[in-house]
């Protein structure tokens, strides 16, 4: 039983991040009650991400720029951070688990090899080749162009 | 599916969706490989849960479209880890800089030169050359360099799952050892499962590999529209 409740709370601490202590996974009433707590604050948040969002894409429409409007929300927030409008703790709750998570938004993206059956049937082998080619190239590239630059290292391995 | 209302199946279709990643999570706890990335590992649980309740992918697109409408404002959300370790990255501005640079116009040269080899068709070629973007940005990208927004996607999570699991092995025989030269190449070139898998190596690793995927998308946004015509 113990087992099963401690792998309960650690599935609670992958989910919510930082956000909920799971050192006693007996508290577990409390933790609810906690994360129930947050829930005003993160619509709240997520709201506001919203919002950039849409005005990141409104000017994309306005302007026509060949950007894409999120990525103009996403310097936005950077920049009523840096600016001290917005502080880091009105957002971060929600956009720290929106980051954690963000494999989950695009699962539903990759549900669609379902219907990609015969693109990989006629080009597979050769799409796969593509990927694996130019990402390890890419990797090897920036990892190297970057580690032979920064010169000796001032971070003893493996420590942040 | 036509005998259940839609609104029943696509709230089946969002359960088995949040199932299958909370199973992939799960899973990755206590097996971490290649083959339990969250994405691969949940795609393959939820198409098959689909295709054993006869549900076909149109009908479970409501159910992808309501989910992916939070894309944008995750995107947003990639502001917050670049403000929080902005100091972290500025001590190394200029090594990653170049590094994110040529690591990002790097594999899309590859990846586009490879393509026009193997003849693909031109939408195949711009799909294919800007996979390294985030999915939020590549599908936007897509749209700007006339490729195939869908398919887009298929290469930039497959690109995410090649790089997520076998960067670091390759990085490893390779001598790249620093954290910061690891982060960066994963977030470059394979985004946010890059991001993911780089967190779990080391802080400042996952630091910079958060950053590096935001500048990196940046990045190939605004060189897309001038190199992928190259190719194409």
Redesign the interface.
């Known amino acids: 039983m113990r087992r099963a409740s401690e ?1 309960i709370a ?2 609670a601490k ?2 919510l991040g930082h956000s909920v202590s799971v050192d006693r996974p007996s508290e577990a009433a409390q933790r609810v009650a906690r994360f129930a707590h947050m829930i005003p604050p993160i619509i709240l948040q ?1 709201a506001g ?2 919002a ?3 005005a ?2 409104w000017i994309v429409a306005e302007t026509a720029l ?6 103009i ?6 920049a009523l ?2 600016l001290g409008v917005v502080k ?1 703790c009105w ?2 709750t ?3 688990f ?2 954690k ?16 059956g015969s ?1 990989f049937a006629a ?1 597979g082998l ?2 796969v ?22 010169g000796k ?3 003893p ?4 | 599916m036509t005998q259940f209302p839609m609104i029943a199946v696509t709230a089946f279709g969002i359960l088995t ?2 199932g ?3 199973l992939s ?2 899973a990755r ?1 206590r097996y971490s490989s290649p083959m339990t990335t ?2 691969l590992f ?2 393959i649980v ?2 098959a849960v ?2 054993s309740a006869g549900i ?2 149109s009908d ?1 697109k409501p ?2 479209d309501l ?2 409408t ?15 370790n902005r100091e972290a990255f500025l ?2 501005l ?3 800089g ?3 640079l ?3 116009l ?3 040269i ?2 586009a030169l ?2 026009r080899l ?1 003849n ?1 068709s031109p939408e ?1 070629v711009s799909s ?1 050359a800007i ?2 973007a ?4 590549a599908v ?2 897509a749209k ?1 360099v006339h490729a195939n927004p ?2 887009t ?7 995410g799952m ?2 997520a699991s ?2 670091p092995w ?2 490893d025989r ?1 001598g ?7 982060g ?3 977030g ?3 985004h ?2 890059g ?2 898998q780089a967190a779990t190596e ?3 690793c996952g630091a910079v590999a ?1 950053v ?1 995927m ?1 500048l990196g ?2 990045c190939t ?2 060189a897309a ?1 001038w190199i992928v015509p190259l190719f194409v």
């Open positions: 792998r650690s599935f992958i989910s997520l991400l919203s950039l969002n849409a990141g894409v060949p950007i894409p409007g999120n990525l929300g996403m310097v936005a927030l950077y951070l840096a880091l957002i971060e929600t956009g720290s929106l980051i998570h963000l494999a989950f938004f695009f699962v539903p993206i990759t549900v669609g090899l379902m219907d990609a693109l080009h050769s799409i080749v593509v990927l694996v080619a130019s990402a390890g190239f890419g990797i090897l590239l920036a990892g190297w162009t970057s580690q032979c630059l920064i290292p001032r971070y391995e493996g420590k942040p | 969706t949040i299958a990643y909370a999570l799960l706890q969250p994405v949940s795609t939820i198409i689909l295709l076909s992918f479970y159910a992808r989910i992916t939070m894309l944008g404002p995750a995107t947003v959300a990639l502001a917050v880890p670049l403000y929080k001590r190394h200029v090594p990653a170049v590094g994110l040529v690591g990002s790097g594999t899309m590859a990846a490879t393509a193997f693909f195949l294919i996979k390294s985030t999915v939020p940005i936007e990208i700007i869908p398919l996607a298929l290469f930039v999570v497959t690109t090649i790089g076998f960067g390759l990085m390779t790249i050892t620093r954290p910061v030269a690891r960066l190449a994963l470059t070139i394979s946010g499962q991001t993911a080391n802080e400042l958060g590096a935001g998308a940046m946004s605004l529209p």
